[in-house]
């Protein structure tokens, strides 16, 4: 290979780039439209009970459960970051140690999260706001789902070291077995054992709990041979400690932001009437469903960053963000034709109270817009992480935070809900452009790799 023409070699690379990025992010994409799939399973079966109150508390108690378990996605993020760089330098040791110090950091996670549970679930609660009944039926939910947090967290580790190992295909048996119990048990729980909206959070409980038992399992069974024992000396190494928690605090406080944002939205949705906090939530699973389709290539581009800077390759880091913007841009226009075209029915679908129906179709183009909007900082989100680079994250997160509760206290008194997803765009917006300017310090830190990469 490395004696060919360059005019021979040069055309091939950009097909077989493709081939490279579909392959592992197809899987991930089916993967990740398993959550939000539940997400619509649950809000439809909520959609359809007796009573709005039912949905409103479906979506805060699903706030809250942003809050715990999304706030601590780091554990996902870093694991796949620093895996993948292992990866990519063949250090099958260090992938090893990774994973463990991960697992462990989740479950010390999950266990405080099930002592402080009161407190938590209370204050969230209290502070999102919603009528009395919404927050009734939120704080029945919580309770009944919060007993497998310590698993779910575990299971954040096992996805972020398949995802570092490009497994992609198992990643996608774990979520779909994970998710298919989910939206079994959901059924089984509401309509036969008549748990109401505790039999929602129940089944989401249920099935984290079979996935991290099959998650550990594939752990177990694709763990690295040959290599040394791990020892705790090694397990509590202090630089490899230290730079696993500023790494996990970084993604932290940028997820706080992200979580921010929209907890400030649903708390302004609130406040405007619990048909508006209805429709909103609604809406906020077109978000959702995107947002977890686009991610695919976010992921894939998480794998394919971090195996770059780990083999020390500058050009596979610029051929991955290439090919993954691409492809991430023409997902973001396919889901924004979907929306607008077939977002009524979608509405329809999803709950059969005419009030929150009518709201929502109002602020439907905005649904139908944030696609080609919100797809920039998902992808670069991923190629942030694949290297690492998670101070430059946080950094940017902030700043997009601070424009988007500035644009709401702008807008949203003149326009109303409106305005709210006015400011929801320009958050969107900012979380690109802020990263979009930072990119060239990535790819300069990394050597120069040869062109056959």
Same mark, same amino acid.
């Given at each position: 290979?490395?004696?060919?023409?360059?005019?021979?070699?040069?055309?091939?690379?950009?097909?077989?780039?493709?081939?490279?990025?579909?392959?592992?992010?197809?899987?991930?994409?089916?993967?990740?439209?398993?959550?939000?799939?539940?997400?619509?399973?649950?809000?439809?079966?909520? /959609?359809?009970?007796?009573?709005?109150?039912?949905?409103?508390?479906?979506?805060?108690?699903?706030?809250?459960?942003?809050?715990?378990?999304?706030?601590?996605?780091? %554990?996902?993020?870093?694991?796949?970051?620093?895996?993948? *760089?292992?990866?990519?330098?063949?250090?099958?040791?260090?992938?090893?140690?990774? #994973?463990?110090?991960?697992?462990?950091?989740?479950?010390?996670?999950?266990?405080?999260?099930?002592?402080?549970?009161?407190?938590?679930?209370?204050?969230?609660?209290?502070?999102?706001?919603?009528?009395?009944?919404?927050? *009734?039926?939120?704080?029945?939910?919580?309770?009944?789902?919060?007993?497998?947090?310590?698993?779910?967290?575990?299971?954040?580790?096992?996805?972020?070291?398949?995802?570092?190992?490009?497994?992609?295909?198992?990643?996608?048996?774990?979520?779909? %077995?994970?998710?298919?119990?989910?939206?079994?048990?959901?059924?089984?729980?509401?309509?036969?054992? $008549?748990?109401?909206?505790?039999?929602?959070?129940?089944?989401?409980? +249920?099935?984290?709990?079979?996935?991290?038992?099959?998650?550990?399992?594939?752990?177990?069974? *694709?763990?690295?041979?040959?290599?040394?024992?791990?020892?705790?000396?090694?397990?509590?190494?202090?630089?490899?400690?230290?730079?696993?928690?500023?790494?996990?605090?970084?993604?932290?406080?940028?997820?706080?932001?992200?979580?921010?944002?929209?907890?400030?939205?649903? $708390?302004? /949705?609130?406040?405007?009437?619990?048909?508006?906090?209805?429709?909103?939530?609604?809406?906020?699973?077109? *978000? !959702?469903?995107?947002?977890?389709?686009?991610?695919?290539?976010?992921?894939?581009?998480?794998?394919?960053?971090?195996?770059?800077?780990?083999?020390?390759?500058? $050009?596979?880091?610029?051929?991955?963000?290439?090919?993954?913007?691409?492809?991430?841009?023409?997902?973001?226009?396919?889901?924004?034709?979907?929306?607008?075209?077939?977002?009524?029915?979608?509405?329809?679908?999803?709950?059969?109270? #005419?009030?929150?129906?009518?709201?929502?179709?109002?602020?439907?183009?905005?649904?139908?817009?944030?696609?080609?909007?919100?797809?920039?900082?998902?992808?670069?989100?991923?190629?942030?992480? /694949?290297?690492?680079?998670?101070?430059?994250?946080?950094? +940017?997160?902030?700043?997009?935070?601070?424009?988007?509760?500035?644009?709401?206290?702008?807008?949203?008194?003149?326009?109303?809900?409106?305005?709210?997803?006015?400011?929801?765009?320009?958050?969107?917006?900012?979380?690109?452009? !802020?990263?979009?300017?930072?990119?060239?310090?990535?790819?300069?830190?990394?050597?120069?790799?040869?062109?056959?990469?």
């Amino acid at each position: 290979m490395s004696g060919a023409a360059p005019t021979h070699t040069a055309p091939a690379l950009p097909v077989r780039w493709h081939r490279r990025v579909l392959s592992l992010a197809v899987p991930i994409v089916l993967a990740n439209l398993t959550q939000p799939i539940l997400g619509a399973v649950d809000t439809a079966v909520a /959609g359809h009970l007796s009573d709005a109150s039912y949905l409103g508390g479906v979506a805060l108690g699903g706030l809250f459960f942003s809050f715990v378990f999304w706030g601590f996605g780091f %554990l996902r993020m870093g694991t796949t970051g620093l895996v993948a *760089q292992a990866w990519g330098a063949h250090d099958h040791a260090a992938m090893r140690d990774n #994973v463990v110090r991960a697992l462990l950091l989740a479950l010390v996670i999950g266990i405080a999260v099930l002592l402080l549970q009161m407190p938590l679930i209370d204050y969230a609660i209290h502070t999102i706001g919603g009528s009395d009944a919404v927050q *009734q039926q939120a704080r029945l939910y919580c309770h009944a789902r919060i007993w497998a947090a310590p698993l779910a967290l575990a299971n954040y580790v096992v996805l972020g070291w398949l995802l570092g190992t490009q497994r992609v295909k198992l990643a996608l048996a774990v979520q779909v %077995l994970i998710n298919s119990v989910n939206i079994a048990a959901v059924l089984l729980y509401v309509y036969a054992f $008549h748990w109401g909206i505790g039999g929602i959070g129940a089944a989401t409980a +249920s099935a984290d709990a079979l996935g991290f038992v099959f998650g550990v399992a594939l752990l177990w069974h *694709q763990r690295p041979r040959g290599v040394a024992p791990l020892t705790r000396a090694t397990l509590l190494d202090a630089t490899a400690l230290k730079r696993l928690l500023v790494l996990n605090r970084d993604i932290f406080l940028r997820t706080l932001c992200v979580i921010g944002s929209f907890g400030w939205f649903t $708390h302004l /949705g609130a406040r405007q009437g619990d048909t508006v906090l209805a429709a909103n939530a609604l809406l906020l699973n077109f *978000q !959702t469903f995107m947002a977890f389709g686009l991610d695919g290539f976010a992921h894939a581009a998480e794998a394919l960053v971090g195996a770059a800077i780990g083999a020390r390759d500058r $050009h596979a880091f610029r051929q991955a963000v290439k090919v993954t913007m691409l492809w991430s841009a023409l997902g973001a226009i396919a889901f924004a034709f979907v929306y607008w075209s077939a977002g009524t029915w979608i509405i329809h679908s999803l709950t059969d109270q #005419v009030a929150v129906r009518a709201a929502a179709q109002t602020y439907l183009p905005w649904a139908a817009l944030s696609p080609v909007i919100s797809v920039w900082g998902f992808l670069l989100d991923g190629v942030f992480i /694949g290297a690492t680079r998670t101070r430059e994250l946080m950094v +940017s997160m902030a700043i997009s935070l601070a424009v988007f509760l500035a644009a709401s206290w702008v807008l949203m008194p003149v326009q109303g809900n409106h305005g709210l997803w006015a400011a929801m765009m320009i958050f969107m917006a900012m979380r690109g452009v !802020t990263l979009m300017r930072l990119l060239p310090r990535v790819a300069n830190s990394i050597p120069q790799g040869v062109a056959a990469s």
